[in-house]
């Protein structure tokens, strides 16, 4: 019966050659805009979240009750949350060779990364700042701060009293490579360092107060004596940061265990607000096509009436009448949305080659998102198939003797 | 049920409406035996379509019941009708019913891949030969569009003999042709059920075209009213009961159960 049905079916189709070849047509733009849309919505918000965190921590290990101050400044959370609890500056992370080396074994981690931190002042000659001191270990900190590429002026090297200032810092207090700074803490620990560098990581706030040195002298100036105050960490996909923090506070039981999810809670909703506005525009081009398959079959009942009629006058049953209307709905959204695709596939290697000829002005490419593919031919044959339902139901009823009797 | 009656109607009534009810069909009981051809005459409205409809399983009497073969065919659902109506029915109607979208082999082969889908080269040799037999081999490939109205007429024959039915049921097969094509198809459809020894129900409106049938029965106001069998008393006398206005069934006509008329 399916055999008979199918054959009919395309009969059907291909004898309203114009009817059919337009609604084709139409689930075709819509499918390509669909895929189209959604390739570009996730390429914009993976470079989005590239720019975000691709040269920040992805999770934070801290000792518990210290909130790690090492946060982008975008994130007014953490600031409050500073705020509420405050620092206890005992709290630190001992042996945390033996951690770093652990996590360094673990698997879908990319760096883990030491860091003593701390507020301090750097004078030179008259002038004092207030900042931001990183003690860190370049060949680790250097795979998620990029500091080698992002170094503007001098070296990127921070060993013995070497440290790196950020350009902004620099522009201040008209630092130059090779000038002297004398550093204070809170503690009341001076030292005096060497400007090898300074550095550009495209944020004005960094900049403008972060100073990169190495571990030891930074655990001299906190006077950590061998201990760290937080060990950072980037791994290979950024959104599986909370499920590796889950396994990790199980190792790791008694330290805070952050995810730069919970540092970027506003890039976070305005991503979601625009997965949902795809989202949105995505279902209602599907209602769209669902809509224009049920029309374009609703009238094909009205003028395939005589032959319905005598289809089942012959001895064609209710089901089969019916499934010759669900295979068109089906032939129409398998054709149109395989086609869609083709056609959205085509739209982003246009856009890839725009991306490429603009030479930077569209800053991010897209890719094709297979499953998403899949997902919008699959999502679309089932409406078209959804669409059939109504016309089916019409060749249905019809009973065979209406059309005999009208001639 | 008598051995001999292919299609038994027992006290058949069919009434259109409900607000204003029409009664189409009075106790219609009547037994057409395996062979026979049956010519169904009468006046346009006197209800011998309807019956014709009623008996091809494409519409229900609202009492009464038919029997086809044993079969209370009341006793059938829908599918099971449509089932029976490809198995074991030929349709030819007024005008030809065939598909456009098909050319005129394929109309021929419609009926058996309703039932049984794919058709093997046999099935495919049997529409050939079929079509040969109407006298269109040479049309076999041809789009029904560009096939003459007794063309048309006679690939609809064929199609009604694809799936060896039992019964014939025609309804009014020349009435969109002129004399001479109808005249022809009238032939090739007395040849092939002499061939065959098809039971036939044949409606129409031409006397001359019935007086050809073994049994003529003729319907007025939709009761049985007048029955001749011309190949026994001969045409002439055939013709003159068929001219009279006196019914020569008026037992049969008769309710026997009284209806609930309005």
């Known amino acids: 019966m399916f055999r008979f049905a199918l054959r009919i079916a395309w009969r059907f189709l291909k004898s309203s050659r114009s009817q059919t070849l337009l609604i084709v047509l139409g689930i075709t733009a819509g499918v390509s805009i669909q895929i189209f849309l959604s390739s570009l919505i996730s390429g914009l918000q993976a470079n989005l979240i590239q720019q975000t965190v691709g040269d920040a921590p992805h999770i934070i290990i801290a000792p518990e009750d210290r909130t790690p101050t090492s946060v982008t400044p975008s994130s007014k959370t953490v600031v409050v949350s500073a705020l509420a609890s405050p620092v206890k500056e005992e709290a630190k992370i001992l042996a945390w060779q033996q951690i770093h080396g652990l996590l360094l074994n673990q698997p879908n981690l990319r760096v883990a990364s030491p860091l003593v931190e701390g507020s301090g002042s750097v004078r030179k000659g008259e002038l004092t700042r207030s900042v931001v001191l990183k003690g860190i270990l370049l060949e680790y900190a250097d795979q998620i701060y990029e500091l080698r590429e992002r170094t503007t002026q001098g070296i990127p090297q921070i060993g013995g009293n070497g440290v790196l200032v ?65 060990i950072e960490i980037q791994i290979d996909q950024v959104f599986q940061s909370e499920y590796i923090a889950q396994n990790l506070k199980r190792i790791l039981p008694q330290y805070t265990i952050e995810t730069w999810q919970t540092r970027n809670r506003q890039l976070l909703s305005a991503l979601r607000s625009q997965s949902l506005s795809s989202f949105m525009i995505q279902f209602f081009v599907l209602v769209a096509i669902t809509l224009g398959i049920a029309s374009v079959l609703v009238v094909s009942v009205t003028q395939k009436i005589r032959e319905i009629g005598i289809l089942k006058a012959i001895g064609t049953t209710n089901t089969g009448i019916s499934l010759v209307f669900l295979i068109q709905g089906m032939i129409l959204g398998l054709f149109g949305s395989s086609l869609g695709a083709l056609f ?49 139901r019409q060749a249905k009823k019809l009973t065979p003797i209406e059309v005999i009797r009208n001639g | ?52 409809n009623i008996i091809g399983a494409l519409d229900r009497p609202t009492s009464g019941a038919v029997f086809i073969q044993g079969q209370n065919l009341n006793d059938l659902s829908e599918e099971d009708l449509a089932r029976f109506r490809n198995k074991f029915l030929g349709f030819i109607f007024q005008f030809h019913y065939l598909l456009p979208e098909f050319n005129a082999l394929e109309n021929v082969l419609i009926p058996y891949w309703i039932a049984s889908g794919r058709p093997k080269g046999e099935i495919v ?97 939709g009761k049985l009213c007048k029955e001749v069998y011309p190949r026994v008393i001969g045409i002439k006398e055939a013709t003159e009961i068929l001219e009279s206005h006196a019914c020569n069934l008026e037992d049969i006509n008769t309710p026997r159960t009284p209806l609930q008329e309005e």
Do not use: C
């Open chain 1, 344 to 392: 959205g596939f085509f739209l982003i290697r246009l856009f890839q080659e725009a991306a490429r000829a603009s030479g930077g002005a569209i800053p991010f490419s897209i890719t094709l998102n297979t499953r998403a593919l899949v997902t919008i031919v699959v999502v679309s044959t089932l409406a078209s198939l959804l669409a059939a339902i109504s016309p089916a």
């Open chain 2, 125 to 221: 040799d049997r529409a050939m030969y079929l079509l040969e037999r109407v006298g269109l081999k040479e049309a076999a490939k041809k789009r029904i569009n560009l096939l003459s109205g007794g063309q048309q007429q006679r690939v609809a024959i064929a199609r009604a003999l694809m799936n060896f039915p039992q019964l014939i049921l025609a309804d009014e097969p020349t009435g969109a042709l002129d004399t001479k094509t109808g005249e022809q198809v009238l032939e090739l459809l007395a040849e092939i059920r002499h061939e065959s020894n098809m039971t036939m129900i044949m409606v129409t409106h031409n006397r001359d075209v019935a007086l050809q049938a073994d049994r003529v029965i003729e319907l007025i106001d």
């Open chain 1, 166 to 230: 950020g350009v902004e810092l620099a522009q201040d207090l008209r630092l130059r490579t090779g000038d002297l700074l004398l550093i204070t803490t809170p503690g009341g620990k001076d030292g005096t360092f060497i400007v090898n560098g300074t550095f550009d990581l495209g944020n004005k706030t960094i900049n403008a107060s972060w100073v990169f040195l190495d571990l030891i002298p930074a655990q001299n100036l906190f006077g950590l004596e061998g201990a760290i105050s937080a």
């Open chain 2, 1 to 52: 049920m008598d051995d001999n009656g292919l299609v038994v109607t027992q006290n058949v009534n069919k009434i259109y409406g409900t607000a204003v009810r029409y009664q189409v069909l009075f106790n219609i009981t009547l037994t057409v035996p395996r062979g026979q051809f049956l010519a169904l005459i009468g006046p346009s409205g006197s209800g011998k379509t309807t019956l014709l």
